[in-house]
């Protein structure tokens, strides 16, 4: 069965340090991996996607690389802010289904 | 920034019940959704729903659950006879049409906590 994997341990890190979340999926053959936020009592915030045939994508201080060979996604966020404490969730999507399947989601702590 | 609201924020009912969630998507969208997740747990699918019928749905989303878009704004989630492992948040999203469904982000509500006694 599918299987998608987040470090479940939270990630503490000090501000201004770069952020690295993992991502890791079995059984699967995603068209997309999608990454997403979450605070607490709040629903998934849409962050950044990429494509299977992207090997990586940018926006502002996030990025992502996305390694189907590896069946890994990395998510970075540099020069972190106690703001950017939260839970990071990875998404997967394939080209014929209409869903998103979640991982179970990192904790970031970022220390002032 | 459009977003997509849901009432209650919290819902307690008792086992056996019926309870009605209900959404509000953002207006121009034209796929819907509904997701779980139980405390401590993983935000799960339910259903979609396009073009007013169900286009997926997961191996949760059994008899008891139903899904409507009773007018052109609300849509929502029905819970028939309810357990105590319904007890989760409950989360809408919507996305719009345009392209391939993984290449566009879901925007989510902020989703109703049921708790079921």
């Known amino acids: 069965s599918q299987k998608i994997e987040q470090n479940s341990e939270a990630l503490n890190i000090q501000e201004g340090k770069t952020a690295t979340l993992t991502c890791n999926y079995t059984n699967y053959s995603p068209a997309y991996l999608q990454w997403y936020r979450q605070d607490p009592g709040r629903g998934p915030v849409f962050l950044l996607l990429i494509r299977e045939n992207e090997k990586e994508k940018r926006k502002e201080r996030l990025k992502v690389t996305f390694d189907t060979t590896l069946k890994q996604s990395l998510f970075h966020i540099t020069a972190s802010q106690p703001a950017d404490s939260a839970t990071y969730l990875c998404?997967?999507?394939?080209?014929?289904?209409?869903?998103?399947?979640f991982g179970g989601g990192t904790r970031l702590m970022v220390k002032p | 920034e459009p977003e997509v609201t849901q009432t209650p924020s919290h819902q307690v009912t008792q086992m056996g019940q019926e309870v009605i969630l209900r959404c509000v998507p953002i207006?121009?969208?034209?796929?819907f959704y509904w997701y779980r997740q139980i405390l401590g747990q993983k935000v799960e699918f339910l259903v979609s729903?396009?073009?007013?019928?169900?286009?997926?749905k997961s191996e949760i989303f059994d008899d008891q659950f139903s899904v409507e878009r009773p007018d052109g704004s609300n849509f929502t989630l029905k819970i028939r006879s309810t357990k105590l492992e319904d007890s989760a948040m409950y989360f809408c999203?919507?996305?719009?049409?345009?392209?391939?469904?993984?290449?566009?982000?879901?925007?989510f509500g902020d989703g109703t906590r049921l708790s079921i006694l």
């Open positions: 207006s121009n969208h034209l796929y």
């Open positions: 999203a919507s996305r719009d049409g345009q392209g391939e469904s993984g290449n566009q982000p879901q925007h």
């Open positions: 998404a997967l999507a394939s080209n014929a289904g209409n869903m998103l399947t």
């Open positions: 729903f396009y073009n007013n019928e169900i286009s997926e």
